[in-house]
């Protein structure tokens, strides 16, 4: 397992800016795909973006194109997730995860709280 630690959620209104965080302690970061999911309240956890290991290939969700951008530093073992034009309906934990043993997301942070007020 690999800690993966959070940070920079918070309240922000409508049409505003937040940048995410996410430090990875240990392992070898680089060689991991990283995620970023968020679940609402009464949800499914989804899928926001990810980033693939060199960063040289990045997938949206449709309802994130175009105002999100996750990227990631490798040096300092953290991935991104810059958050524009919020909407009221991005509200969510926002969690970030990684892909250390295989296909599947089986590393997650304890997840950062982002309210957008209407």
């Known amino acids: 397992q690999v800690p993966l630690v959070e940070s920079g959620g918070g309240l922000v209104p409508a049409g505003g800016s937040l940048r995410l965080s996410c430090a990875a302690s240990?392992?070898?970061?680089?060689?991991?795909?990283m995620g970023w999911f968020r679940q609402a309240p009464g949800k499914e956890r989804e899928l926001v973006a990810s980033?693939?290991?060199?960063?040289?290939?990045?997938v949206y969700a449709a309802f994130v194109k175009g105002r999100f951008t996750i990227s990631r530093d490798n040096a300092k073992n953290t991935v991104y997730l810059q958050m524009n034009s919020l909407k009221p309906e991005d509200t969510a934990v926002y969690y970030c995860?990684?892909?250390?043993?295989?296909?599947?997301?089986?590393?997650w942070g304890q997840g950062t709280q982002v309210t957008v007020s209407s």
């Open positions: 240990g392992g070898t970061f680089s060689s991991y795909r």
């Open positions: 980033i693939s290991e060199s960063g040289g290939n990045r």
């Open positions: 995860a990684a892909r250390v043993g295989g296909v599947q997301y089986d590393t």
